[in-house]
Structure formats: C-alpha cells, structure tokens
C-alpha cells in the first residue's frame, strides 16, 4: 500500500461493512497502515465499541486527529456495492466515502507526506472511534477520559468532518450548537367533553404551554453563532374518542441552542414555564451535548491560513449544522472540524472524487507543516 496515497487505504476501510456498532475489521486496516508509519496503537475498547489511541513522536506540539470508522446503515437502492470500494469515472463510491472513512485515508497519507519530508519535531496522534454515528457513550468521551488519565490531551485537535460545502477548503467549523430534547406529558382529568366542568383537558394546559414557549425567539445570536432555536415534533394524544376528555397528552421539541445558553438554564426554563400552564406534568430531558466554541486565536489562524495556501480558498469559520464529536473534545483542548465535500453524506451512493481525497491528504500535510510538528 502507498500511504501517501489516500485511495487505497480508503477502499480497504471501505470494504469494512462497518456499521455502526460494527467494526468489520475497519479499525485493525487502519491500525496496521499506521503501524507501518511508525504509530503506536492502543486499543481501547469500552462496551461493545472499539476504539483505538494512535501516536508518533513525543513531546509538543502535539497535534491530533479525531476521526471515527462507524458508518451509516445503507439504506435505497445503490448503483454499486456500497462495501465494494469501486472508482467510476475517478469517483470512489461506497459507504463512508465522505463521512468519514475518506476523511481519515486522507489524514494518514498527508502524515506520512509530511514524515517523509523531514523529522518529526513534536507528536501526531489519531484518536479513532466506532461509536460516532451511533449513541456516543463508549466513544470518543471515554477515550479522551483515558487520553487525560495517561497524559496524552493534545496541542490542537482537529476533526475530519465533511465541513467543506462548495470547495474544499471553504468551511472551517469552530464550533457547534448544543442541543437538548424534552419529552412532556401533561395529566388532566379524563370526562364527557358534554361536562367540561367535571374534567380537567391536559390538551389545552399543554398548548398554552407550547404557545408560551414559542411565543419569542430565545435570543438574537451571538458573534459566532446564529439564533437558537426551539422546534415542537410532536404532540400526541392517542385519543380515538371525539366526545372524551382525555387523561394526558404529550409533546416533544428541541432546542439547538448557541453559546448563550446551558442545557441546564434551559431546562430550568422549560420546567418553570410548564409549571404554569400545568399542575400535574413531567418532562424528561436528553442532552446530546453543549455549544461550544474554540475562539479564533493563533491556533485557528494557523490552520484557516495552512488550508487556505494549499488549496486557494479563503475558508469561512461556522459553526453550523448539527453535533459531532468535537463537543466532548472541547472540554479538553481548543478542536476545529475540516475535511471533505459533504454533499453526498449519508446518501444513497456515497462518494467522492479520487482528485478531492487526494487533495485533502495535500491539505492536511500542509496543516501539520504550520503547526511545526
């Protein structure tokens, strides 16, 4: 295998049919190809996750590369096999061609670009994970609880996400909203809607509520981030009786919140202003993380500037879209997501052009160069 070749370790971890919580033999592929490189690996398998802490070279800077190998289930009906890693037309196809399994081919070729021009200077590591795409909770979090245990928190952390939307190279995100779900059940007392007085409606309790909580947005934005937003996804009833008051009813909403708020605050919010509306309701909160931002800074610059002479395009610092990773690795150092074109993530026929991966390994060798590692 030429490793400073992106295409062939991204066909090997794409022949991986790794869906998540599977490994399919994605993260030994990639194990042994850093091996190869001079890395030292450490499993670290948490659950039914496995996962794997990669390093070469010793003190700082240290610069690391987060990055997981679970992909998507397939879904629809493919022109090829989605685990086949075939080119077309110098296209790769398969699933995690975009998301992320090229993203990562990417990263080890442009590291073993940059080993081969001189000696290492600081330290490059990968943290590898199989449980992205999934819950989460046997991931990235644990590994980075192990990384802190053992010493080995990086410099600068970056994440190879699909950011770039147009070209590669024009987005750098910098941070992500944070986002919390609550389930509500609002109780009345059930009667004949002939007798309204006897009964209690929790329906009109609960879209008071709903009405109140929607009524203003819940800020104007900040800096770097765009509004946060509130969106209702359910209300459910169950009630198949047009002439029965029913016993409860239910909501559910979302909040994508920008770094104005905590997901404590608005919990705090969502219960009070329930409690006036309702008398007797219950809500369960699930936070799938917090908003977070890495302030632009030298680190950032370093990076907008090393993907900015190695591509031509000036790239724009966001911090939209959805979750990712990045948010457990901000609790413990400054983190930033690049990578490839993410147009056809997740789709049916997931690919990338064999010229952009090739690329992008040219990008993340020029980042490591600016970083001096």
């Known amino acids: 295998m030429t490793h400073t070749d992106p295409l062939p370790l991204a066909q090997s971890l794409l022949r991986c ?27 670290l398998r948490f659950g039914p996750i496995e996962n794997f802490f990669a390093r070469i070279g010793s003190g700082s800077p240290h610069f690391c590369f987060a990055g997981h190998t679970d992909v998507v ?12 890693g075939e080119v077309r037309d110098g296209v790769l196809y398969g699933r995690g061609a975009c998301d ?12 073993a670009q940059h080993l081969a021009k001189a000696p290492l200077q600081g330290a490059i590591s990968l943290l590898i994970t199989g449980d992205e795409e999934a819950d989460a909770i046997d991931g990235t979090a644990r590994v980075l609880d192990w990384m802190a245990a053992n010493g080995q928190i990086p410099d600068f952390c970056l994440v190879g996400e699909p950011t770039s939307q147009v070209r590669l190279g024009d987005v750098i995100k910098i941070g992500r909203r944070g986002s919390i779900t609550a389930k509500i059940s609002v109780f009345g007392t059930q009667g004949h809607v002939a007798y309204p007085a006897r009964s209690d409606n929790p329906v009109h309790r609960l879209v008071r509520a709903l009405a109140a909580l929607t009524a203003a947005p819940l800020d104007g934005g900040t800096d770097w981030f765009e ?17 029965v008051v029913p016993a409860a009813a239910h909501a559910t909403l979302n909040i994508r919140f920008n770094d104005r708020h905590t997901s404590a605050a608005l919990a ?15 809500i369960d909160f699930s936070v ?18 090393a993907i900015a002479d190695a591509t031509g395009t000036e790239p ?8 990712s ?19 056809s993530m997740h789709q049916v026929d997931e690919r990338v052009p064999v010229a952009e991966l090739r690329a992008l390994a040219g990008v993340y060798a020029r980042v490591l160069e600016a970083f001096r590692v």
């Open 17 to 43: 049919a790794s869906v998540t919580p599977a490994d399919a033999g994605a993260q030994a592929a990639l194990a042994d190809s850093l091996r190869s490189l001079g890395f030292t690996i450490t499993p």
């Open 73 to 84: 289930p397939v879904g629809g009906n493919w022109a090829s096999n989605p685990f086949g």
């Open 100 to 111: 992320m399994k090229g993203g990562i081919a990417a990263f080890v070729a442009g590291a």
């Open 227 to 243: 509004p946060s937003t509130l969106q209702v996804t359910t209300i459910d009833v169950g009630n198949p009786a047009n002439n």
């Open 268 to 282: 705090a919010w969502l219960r009070a202003t329930l409690a006036r509306y309702a008398e007797k309701f219950e």
């Open 288 to 305: 799938s993380g917090e908003s977070f931002l890495t302030t632009p800074g030298n680190q950032v610059e370093t990076l907008r500037r």
């Open 316 to 323: 724009r610092l966001d911090t939209g879209g959805g979750t």
């Open 325 to 343: 990773d990045a948010r457990f690795i901000a609790r413990h150092c400054p983190v930033a997501e690049f990578g490839l074109i993410g147009s």
